[in-house]
Nanobody, 125 residues
Framework: QVQLVESGGGLVQAGGSLRLSCAASGRTFSNYDMAWFRQAPGKEREFVASIRWIGGITNYLDSVKGRFTISRDNAKNTVYLQMNSLKPEDTAVYYC??????????????????WGQGTQVTVSS
């Protein structure tokens, strides 16, 4: 049974930074891509970033490029999302996601089978 546990959310002023963590358990973490999605109230779940299992190739939502960085530590079975220069429009619940097969850094939430419980990020103006 794969489990994903996010942490690191909170309230921050615009321009501030947060680092989200997602600890994975239940299978060989290093063999799979990982991704972060977010969902704001009244909106659909939105792709934020992904990182490939091999080569560490990353993929980002255009609006977070240059501000957010996804990384992974396979020895710790953990994926991170460093968020800098935060904006009020970044306010959402952030979810860590993992697939059951090769997804090639997919942006489609349907490609991911395992989800964490989510962590709230609130950016005040």
């Amino acid at each position: 049974q794969v489990q994903l546990v996010e942490s690191g959310g909170g309230l921050v002023q615009a321009g501030g930074s947060l680092r989200l963590s997602c600890a994975a358990s239940g299978r060989t973490f290093s063999n799979y891509d990982m991704a972060w999605f977010r969902q704001a109230p009244g909106k659909e779940r939105e792709f934020v970033a992904s990182i490939r299992w091999i080569g560490g190739i990353t993929n980002y939502l255009d609006s977070v490029k240059g501000r957010f960085t996804i990384s992974r530590d396979n020895a710790k079975n953990t994926v991170y999302l460093q968020m800098n220069s935060l904006k009020p429009e970044d306010t959402a619940v952030y979810y860590c996601a993992a697939p059951t097969a090769r997804v090639y850094g997919s942006r489609d939430h349907k490609a991911y089978s395992y989800w964490g419980q989510g962590t709230q990020v609130t950016v005040s103006s």
